[in-house]
């Protein structure tokens, strides 16, 4: 049970430490959401881009700090797994 919740920690820490790449690749998505509605339209709908502006820095941000918590999850949850892999204990062996 220990070692199954360990590796879910991994997992998701994992997950977490990745956060500015999935933030880098919303900031990517939204700039040229942005770049779309400034062809369209000009600067003549400031709203539209500055939404999307927006958008682009919250996807940044969360990704920023996702990362942290991520490694904090992650370390103490790899740490803890090595010593459970050397703490088990020996295989009963079979007779013939």
Request: a positive charge; hydrophobic letters at 50%.
């Amino acid at each position: 049970m220990r070692r199954k919740l360990l590796i879910t920690g991994m997992i998701v820490g994992g997950l977490l430490f990745l956060g500015p790449v999935f933030g880098y690749l919303g900031t990517i998505f939204n700039m040229m959401g942005t770049f779309k509605d400034l062809s369209d339209s000009g600067i003549n709908d400031p709203r539209a881009l500055s939404a999307h502006i927006g958008n682009t820095l919250l996807a940044t941000a969360l990704g920023v700090i996702a990362c942290p918590i991520g490694l904090l999850l992650l370390v103490p949850c790899i740490v803890l797994f090595v010593k459970d892999k050397k703490q088990l204990p020996p295989p009963i062996p079979s007779e013939p």
